[in-house]
């Protein structure tokens, strides 16, 4: 989540750049790039830890990833078809890397940034919800354990 963290907040900052010097300067637009693919490969590479580590069906693919999460309510749905879109701009980012238009590329720094920032919540909330639920379950068993060894010292 940390890196997640970095990569944004850098992204965050490229967005004072305008559209002429974006275009113009290559290592505006390529370190926007490289964050861009980063961000995105953190949130794919958090979805497939969640998604392993609980046991949930496993994806097929990258937008699969998301549709899991959405599926075991870790993300919200309304979410979803725009972290889809982020997993196709990734493979745009990876795989078609040569025809990329630097317009489309600004135009996601300068409207979709807060995507990140809303699935980080999700899943630090996801987290906390589930991690509260498995703390309360394990103090009914500890309760239980106890009243239960004494009943059982009593007879």
Known sequence: ???????????????????????????????????????????????????????????????EVFRVLAEEEVIPTRLLSRLEAMAGFRNILVHEYANLDNRKVYRNLQENLNDFDEFARAIVEYLERTSSASKAARERRARYTTSRTRKSKRT
Not at 29 to 38: A, D, G, M, V
């Open 1 to 63: 989540m940390k890196l997640l963290d970095d990569y944004t907040r850098k992204l965050h900052e490229l967005q004072a750049t305008d559209l002429r010097e974006y275009v113009a300067n290559y290592f505006i637009h390529k370190t926007t790039e490289r964050l861009f693919e980063t961000a995105i490969q953190a949130c794919l590479d958090i979805g497939r830890h969640l998604i392993a580590d609980r046991g949930f069906r496993l994806p097929e693919d990258n937008k």
